[in-house]
Nanobody, 119 residues
């Protein structure tokens, strides 16, 4: 079994910053990719940023230049530094990991952490 535990969400004023963390634990051989998605009320879940094991990064156009994703592979942890937050960034943020186990690669999700940006 694999668990993803997120932390760092909260309420912040527009223009402020937050840092999300997500730590993976359990029966892990390796992690191929880690990333962050978000889902606002009434909207579909969307990719915010992800980072394959090779170190490249992908960002949604709406967060480029404001958000930075990083990984600590030794700790199986991914971070999302969010700067210059806007009210439209308000959503539940979910951590995602593509985990390699002995029986193959599996997709795991965290429980979600609320980010609320007030105007």
């Amino acid at each position: 079994q694999v668990q993803l535990v997120e932390s760092g969400g909260g309420l912040v004023h527009a223009g402020g910053s937050l840092r999300l963390s997500c730590a993976a634990s359990g029966s892990i051989f390796s992690i191929n990719a880690m990333g962050w998605y978000r889902q606002a009320p009434g909207k579909q879940r969307e990719l915010v940023a992800n980072m394959p094991s090779g170190g490249s990064t992908n960002y949604a156009d709406s967060v480029k230049g404001r958000f930075t994703i990083s990984r600590d592979n030794a700790k199986n942890t991914v971070y999302l530094q969010m700067n210059s937050l806007k009210p439209e960034d308000t959503a539940v943020y979910y951590c995602n990991a593509a985990v390699e186990r002995l029986t193959g690669e599996y997709d795991y999700w965290g429980q979600g952490t609320q980010v609320t940006v007030s105007s």
